[in-house]
């Protein structure tokens, strides 16, 4: 009997080998290209922005210190680190009555009040400017921790103590210290 479908082993030499691994590199290599132009990057870049917080209870502003971590209070997600704080007393008008002498034309002197409006600090509330610092992707946009900061747009912060809806009055790329878009 003589076998004619016997089967026969291959066997694997070096160019085998070598060819396997070129073809698993082609592969590597195209889907490495693919994934990088599917899956967006991230930049992460250091910033500093600055909220603006309008009528502040002057007892509560004592309430936040530089260090203090700042969360966006929507989402309770960390938005960054207060570096400064600036505090100006709030204006207000208010009217007041000036006592004025003058002579008439028979030479008496004559007294008259005259009201007047002026403006004055309030002693009861000033505006709170914090400044942050904060890691943000900059990739599409400015965003930390998935908030996205955006001058001139409203911003419900808080700290362990401090509360307040403020307004973003800057945004700063830390590197170049110049002011974000």
């Given at each position: 009997?003589?076998?004619?479908?016997?089967?026969?082993?291959?066997?694997?030499?070096?160019?085998?080998?070598?060819?396997?691994?070129?073809?698993?590199?082609?592969?590597?290599?195209?889907?490495?290209?693919?994934?990088?132009?599917?899956?967006?990057?991230?930049?992460?870049?250091?910033?500093?922005?600055?909220?603006?917080?309008?009528?502040?209870?002057?007892?509560?502003?004592?309430?936040?210190?530089?260090?203090?971590?700042?969360?966006?209070?929507?989402?309770?997600?960390?938005?960054?680190?207060?570096?400064?704080?600036?505090?100006?007393?709030?204006?207000?008008?208010?009217?007041?009555?000036?006592?004025?002498?003058?002579?008439?034309?028979?030479?008496?002197?004559?007294?008259?009040?005259e009201k007047k409006v002026k403006t004055v600090d309030s002693s009861l509330y000033s505006t709170v400017s914090i400044t942050l610092t904060a890691v943000a992707d900059t990739s599409v946009g400015i965003e930390v921790n998935g908030v996205q900061i955006l001058s001139g747009e409203t911003i419900a912060i808080y700290s362990r103590?401090?509360?307040?809806?403020?307004?973003?009055?800057?945004?700063?790329?830390?590197?170049?210290?110049?002011?974000?878009?």
């Amino acid at each position: 009997m003589t076998k004619k479908n016997e089967t026969k082993k291959h066997k694997y030499n070096f160019i085998d080998f070598v060819l396997i691994i070129v073809a698993l590199a082609i592969v590597a290599v195209g889907a490495y290209f693919i994934v990088k132009g599917v899956v967006p990057q991230t930049t992460e870049s250091a910033i500093t922005f600055t909220v603006e917080v309008h009528d502040v209870d002057n007892e509560a502003v004592n309430d936040i210190g530089i260090g203090d971590l700042i969360s966006y209070l929507d989402t309770k997600t960390y938005l960054g680190t207060v570096k400064k704080i600036t505090v100006t007393p709030e204006k207000v008008e208010c009217v007041v009555n000036e006592t004025v002498e003058a002579l008439n034309e028979q030479g008496e002197t004559v007294t008259s009040v005259e009201k007047k409006v002026k403006t004055v600090d309030s002693s009861l509330y000033s505006t709170v400017s914090i400044t942050l610092t904060a890691v943000a992707d900059t990739s599409v946009g400015i965003e930390v921790n998935g908030v996205q900061i955006l001058s001139g747009e409203t911003i419900a912060i808080y700290s362990r103590n401090f509360a307040g809806t403020g307004m973003i009055t800057a945004i700063y790329n830390d590197t170049s210290n110049k002011e974000a878009k």
